[in-house]
């Protein structure tokens, strides 16, 4: 299994551009997620999916787009970068773990600077 | 979820065992506690989780009080390799939770020193 895959995994976009960062995961799970990572300031979600044609909003959601036509793909969307979308966006899924609850599996990340 | 404060930084000698506490005193009854570690510039890595008993595996230990409001993950022997950011999170394990609002703070970061 290749895990958790994002592309691209750097990218500078002008003010305005619009881009699709990529994430598609082969491990069958249901549940997949976006976070962008600030310094200082942690993980935030940013869109969340239960599951094929499921999504909603996490905390941070405004400029950003997410569909889930697929259990395995999970683009998100920005529609018209700002300066403010600089940061690291992470996408993960979450497994199933032995002694119950679950955890994620996070892709290594995408670079984006809006300049 | 409950929230989790963990102190901003620690240091550990190699080869010496890094203990790192958590307090979550708001805990639920039915949140487990997570603990996940992110290496620079890399994805977010799970380390280990555990409800009530303490739980060990490869990576680490992980220690959780009788009253739950706090616990301690143990790094048996750390290496070089064990500098990073360690997050203690608080969350309900259920596979069919709608929103799964995983609040991740600043963490700890650990930094081992040769």
């Known amino acids: 299994n290749a895990g958790v895959t994002q592309t691209p995994k750097f990218q500078v976009l002008k003010t305005g551009q619009s881009m699709t960062l990529q994430c598609a995961q082969d491990m069958n799970h249901e549940y997949m997620s976006w976070y962008r990572q600030d310094p200082g300031m942690g993980l935030r979600l940013i869109h969340y999916s239960v599951g094929a044609g499921i999504t909603d909003q996490g905390e941070v959601p405004n400029g950003y787009n997410v569909s889930r036509s697929t259990t395995e793909d999970f683009p998100l969307r920005l529609l018209s970068a700002a300066p403010s979308q600089t940061s690291v966006y992470f996408c993960?899924?979450?497994?199933?773990?032995?002694?119950?609850?679950?955890?994620?599996?996070f892709g290594s990340g995408t670079r984006l600077t809006v300049v | 979820d409950a929230k989790t404060t963990q102190p901003t930084s620690m240091d550990c000698a190699e080869g010496r065992a890094a203990n790192l506490p958590c307090n979550h005193s708001?805990?639920?009854?039915?949140?487990?506690v997570y603990w996940y570690r992110q290496i620079h510039s890399q994805g977010p890595q799970y380390i280990i989780h555990g409800l009530k008993n303490n739980e060990t595996n490869e990576m680490a230990s992980l220690i959780i009080t009788e009253d739950r409001k706090s616990s301690t993950l143990i790094l048996p022997h750390a290496t070089l390799r064990d500098t990073a950011v360690y997050y203690c999170?608080?969350?309900?394990?259920?596979?069919?939770?709608?929103?799964?609002?995983?609040?991740f703070g600043p963490g700890t970061s650990l930094s081992v020193i040769p």
């Open positions: 993960a899924s979450r497994i199933t773990l032995g002694t119950g609850g679950s955890g994620y599996t």
């Open positions: 999170i608080v969350r309900v394990g259920s596979l069919k939770t709608s929103y799964d609002k995983v609040i």
């Open positions: 708001t805990i639920s009854g039915n949140e487990y």
